[in-house]
C-alpha cells in the first residue's frame, strides 16, 4: 500500500523495516500479564507455520522493495516454536526484504532449562539476539509472580544464552510489594554482574483483566506507593549509569549500541509489519491489527490469506501524536522536523511552546528537536498532556 498523499506523507523507503511475528502461546499465565497469550492443550504447528507463512506473505506484497532491519518474535512464549517454523519465517522474510547488514533478529524466551536446551538450534536458524523472561533473581519473588522457574534454572538458561547468541537482554520486574530499596539495589547490581549488555527493568503495574487486578481490587495486593515507586526508578537509573548501561527508554538500559534495533524502530515511530494474533502494523500512515483470538485469526487466514481485522488510514495528527508519544519516551527525544515532513503539520501544532518554556528542567525544546530531561522521565506521564498538541488534535 502506498500513501494516499504522498506530498503530505512521504513514503518512508530509505528507513529499515521492522517486523513483528506474534506466538500467542504459553505453558501458563502468568497473574500480573495482559499480553495476547493463551494456553491450550494442543497446537497444530504445521498449520500455524503455513497460516503465519501467508500472513507474511500479505504484508511483503504491501510493502514491496523494503530493506528489512529486524525480525522480532514476540508472544506469549515465542522460544516454544518449533524451530523449523522459526527458520521458515526468517528465510521467507529475507527473501522478500533485503536484510541490512546488520539485521537484528531477537527472540523473546523463558528461562526453563527445556527451551534454553533448543537455544543453539534457535541460533543456527538465524535467531542473533534473545530477550529472556527472568523477571526477578529471588526464588519467593518468582513464585509471587506466577513464573514456572527458579533462580538456578533462570541462570543456567541464561548462561546457556550467552554461550549461543551474540546479544543478550533480559527482564526484571521490581517495585513489588514489600520490596525494599536496599533489597532492589542488591538484585540489579547482581543482574549486572553477569555482563549482558541490554536489561529491560519494569515496575510492576496492575493491568486490568489479570488475576493481579483481581487481587488488587479486593486489597490482597498493594503495590509501592507513588513516592516509593518515585525512590526505586530513581535508584534503578542511578545504578545502571554508574555501571555504564543508560536508560535510552522509560525502562530498557543498554550500554552504546546494544540498543533494541527494533524498538527503536517503534519508539522512533518506522513503518514496522505485525503479523500473527493480535499484532499491530504502522505502514506508510496506515494502521493495521490482526484478529486478537488465536483460534479467529486461523479462520480468518483460511479464509482470506491473511489475519488483518482492522486496517485503517491514520489521520496526520494522529500519526504526529503517535509520533510524539512514543519518540519522547528515549533519551534522545524527537526530530519534529521529521515528523513535520512525515504528516505536513506544522511544528507549532504538534507542541504548545509555551508549555515547553514553562518546564524548562523537565522538557528542553533545541530548534527542532524536542527531549525530555532525565528529571522529566519521572514525571513523563504528567509532562505529556501539557506539551503534545498533536495529541488534543488526534483526540478532537
Known sequence: ????????????????????????????????????SHVRDGVDQARWRDALLL??????????????????????????MPTATVAAIIDAATAAWAPTADLEITLEANPSSVEAARFADLAAAGVN???????????EALHFLGRA????????????????????????????PGQPLAAWEAELRRALSFGTEHLSLYQLTIEPGTRFATEAAAGRLVI??????????????????????????????????????????????????????????????????RRRKPENWLAAVDRNRHGIEVEERLPPALQASEALLMGLRLREGVDL????????????????????????????????????????????????????????????
Not at 3 to 16: C, H, V, Y
Not at 129 to 139: P, Y
Not at 156 to 161: D, E, Q
Request: aromatic share 8%.
Open 224 to 289: 509501592p506507593d507513588a513516592d516509593t515507586a518515585a525512590d526505586l526508578f530513581e535508584l534503578t537509573r542511578a545504578i545502571t549509569a554508574a555501571a555504564g548501561i543508560l536508560a535510552y527508554e522509560v525502562s530498557n538500559h543498554a550500554r552504546a549500541g546494544a540498543e533494541s534495533r527494533h524498538n527503536l524502530a517503534y519508539w522512533r515511530y518506522r513503518d514496522y509489519a505485525g503479523v500473527g494474533p493480535g499484532a499491530h502494523g504502522r505502514r506508510y500512515g496506515h494502521a493495521t491489527q
Open 149 to 176: 522457574h527458579d533462580v538456578a534454572e533462570g541462570l543456567g538458561a541464561l548462561a546457556t544464552a550467552q554461550r549461543s547468541f551474540a546479544r543478550v537482554s533480559f527482564d526484571l520486574i521490581y517495585a513489588r
Open 337 to 396: 522536523a521529521r515528523v513535520t515532513r512525515r504528516t505536513g503539520l506544522p511544528l507549532d501544532a504538534l507542541i504548545d511552546r509555551r508549555a515547553v518554556a514553562q518546564l524548562p528542567e523537565l522538557i528542553r525544546l533545541d530548534g527542532d528537536h524536542l527531549t525530555v530531561t532525565e528529571a522529566g522521565m519521572l514525571l513523563l506521564n504528567a509532562i505529556l498532556p501539557r506539551v503534545v498538541r498533536a495529541d488534543e488534535a488526534a483526540a478532537a
Open 129 to 139: 539476539r534473545v530477550s529472556l523472561g527472568l523477571q526477578a533473581l529471588d526464588d
Open 55 to 80: 500472513d507474511l506473505a500479505h504484508e511483503v506484497a504491501a510493502l514491496p522493495g523494503r530493506r528489512l532491519g529486524s525480525i522480532f518474535f514476540g508472544g506469549g512464549t515465542p522460544s516454544l
Open 1 to 36: 500500500m502506498t500513501p494516499d498523499n504522498p506530498a503530505t506523507l512521504p513514503p518512508t523507503e530509505d528507513e529499515p523495516l521492522a517486523l513483528y511475528v506474534h506466538w500467542p502461546f504459553c505453558v501458563s499465565k502468568c497473574p500480573y500479564c495482559d499480553f495476547n
